[in-house]
T-cell receptor, first 115, second 114 residues
Framework: AQSVTQPDIHITVSEGASLELRCNYS??????LFWYVQSPGQGLQLLLK??????LVQGIKGFEAEFKRSQSSFNLRKPSVHWSDAAEYFC?????????????FGTGTRLLVSP | DTAVSQTPKYLVTQMGNDKSIKCEQN?????MYWYKQDSKKFLKIMFS???????INETVPNRFSPKSPDKAHLNLHINSLELGDSAVYFC?????????????FGEGSRLTVL
């Protein structure tokens, strides 16, 4: 069965500093991988996704993630964090068949941004 | 216009009561979902409907009964509420033939069972 581990429950980063959020997955086949962001009181929004091809994927809001098969990782990065990036970040692995998509989420990492 | 809307946003009720949460999407999607987010922020899929047909039921107790009157609506009815049902419930939608993995989520309905 698929599973996702986000080892950091929360991370604090200074505004303007770089960010890396860790994600490790367990899946037998080539995974479909995603990062979602949840702002306080809001639903989740897709940041980026990886299916195949280039292992470095670009997303919205200046985020990127790198798929490393050898490490079963899909870490999220941003070169310069803004205060508005403070939110909960969820990594997910997906299973897809005709008619439905099933996402298995990690437990999330809360990002705090200090001035 | 909100793409995926849920009502109510907050719900406080006593153990043993029955309550419903409604969800509507105006994106024209054919697949809808209910996810439960517990107090530790863990998100787990409960149900998925494709064109009003149940596709996924992740071993959710029978007290939870989803209903999809049409593909734009997926409601969640919960009977005999228990303390452990307290959570945030998220509705989501996607298009089965569209961008894989792009689920559109509602803002959540926070259920508190006293």
């Amino acid at each position: 069965a698929q599973s996702v581990t986000q080892p950091d429950i929360h991370i604090t980063v200074s505004e303007g500093a770089s960010l890396e959020l860790r994600c490790n997955y367990s899946y037998g086949a080539t995974p479909y991988l995603f990062w979602y962001v949840q702002s306080p009181g809001q639903g989740l929004q897709l940041l980026l996704k990886y299916f195949s091809g280039d292992t470095l994927v670009q997303g919205i809001k200046g985020f990127e993630a790198e798929f490393k098969r050898s490490q079963s990782s899909f870490n999220l990065r941003k070169p310069s964090v803004h205060w508005s990036d403070a939110a909960e970040y969820f990594c997910a692995v997906g299973t897809f068949r005709t008619g439905f998509q099933k996402l298995v989420f990690g437990t999330g990492t809360r990002l705090l941004v200090s001035p | 216009d909100t793409a995926v809307s849920q009502t109510p946003k907050y719900l406080v009720t006593q153990m043993g009561n029955d309550k419903s949460i409604k969800c509507e999407q105006n994106l024209g999607h054919d697949t809808m979902y209910w996810y439960k987010q517990d107090s530790k922020k863990f998100l787990k899929i409960m149900f998925s409907y494709n064109n009003k047909e149940l596709i996924i039921n992740e071993t959710v107790p029978n007290r939870f009964s989803p209903k999809s009157p049409d593909k734009a609506h997926l409601n969640l009815h919960i009977n005999s509420l228990e303390l452990g049902d307290s959570a945030v419930y998220f509705c989501a939608s996607s298009q089965s033939e569209g961008v894989i993995g792009e689920l559109f989520f509602g803002e959540g309905s926070r259920l508190t069972v006293l």
